[in-house]
């Protein structure tokens, strides 16, 4: 199984500060149809994961524009360039490549 | 607006059974996959089954392979997991997950608790 590994694990972050999550993946999520299936959640208290990015670098319908996936092959990025109290959670990658599908271990967003 | 809910969970003694359903409004199961993602308490995500639609194909964790057996149920637009020889961790939350791309994971319910405790 291709084994995602996030860093850090805990993020404390001012108000209006830049976020940065990282992602690596243990082999290459570049599918053998050319797309790479690496996504992005957002969990809140309490909640269902919300998918965020898909493809990388693709935001879902109503995402805020804050929010940025960037990346290739095993290593990827989330960014938020300001960080609002609404983005307290728990934020996850997720290969969708390579089945079984497999998440990082999942990264702790709070405001300092 | 997309729906999917849950249902089936519950408290169950190790060793027992349990079905999983999942059934979908204001979307079709006819393509991609759709995935049992559950997630034990205060712990991260883990993908436990998955079927594609069109084709039927399978697939399930290690930790669940021989014991739990993913189906779909076309004419009802419904996903199941029966869930055999249950063990205290399998207590989680489970999520009936659908791919509206593929790899995507886009739609998620919000999940049907199973407690594994004698």
């Known amino acids: 199984d291709v084994v995602m590994t996030q860093s850090p694990l805990s993020l404390p972050v001012t108000l209006g500060q830049p976020a940065s999550i990282s992602c690596r993946s243990s082999?290459?999520?570049?599918?053998?149809?050319?797309?790479?299936?690496l996504n992005w959640f957002q969990q809140r208290p309490g909640q269902s994961p919300r998918h965020l990015i898909y493809k990388v670098s693709n935001r879902d319908s109503g995402v805020p524009d804050r929010f940025s996936g960037s990346g290739s092959g095993t290593d990827f990025t989330l960014k938020i360039i300001r960080v609002e109290a609404e983005d307290v959670g728990v934020y996850y990658c997720?290969?969708?490549?390579?089945?079984?599908?497999?998440f990082g271990q999942g990264t702790k967003l709070e405001i300092k | 607006e997309v729906q999917l809910v849950e249902s089936g969970g519950g408290l169950v003694q190790p060793g027992r059974s349990l079905r999983l359903s999942c059934a979908a409004s204001g979307i079709t199961f006819d393509d991609y996959g759709v995935h049992w993602v559950r997630q034990s308490p205060g712990k991260g995500l883990e993908w436990v089954s998955g079927?594609?639609?069109?084709?039927?194909?399978?697939g399930y964790a290690d930790s669940v392979k021989g014991r739990f057996t993913i189906s779909k149920d076309e004419a009802k637009n419904s996903l199941h997991l029966q869930m055999s020889s249950l063990r205290p961790e399998d207590t989680a939350l489970y999520y009936c997950?659908?791919?509206?791309?593929?790899?995507?994971?886009?739609?998620w319910g919000q999940g049907t608790q199973v407690t594994v405790s004698s």
């Open positions: 079927l594609i639609w069109s084709t039927g194909s399978v």
């Open positions: 082999q290459s999520l570049v599918h053998g149809d050319g797309n790479t299936y």
């Open positions: 997950v659908k791919d509206m791309t593929p790899g995507g994971a886009e739609y």
């Open positions: 997720m290969q969708g490549t390579h089945w079984p599908y497999t």
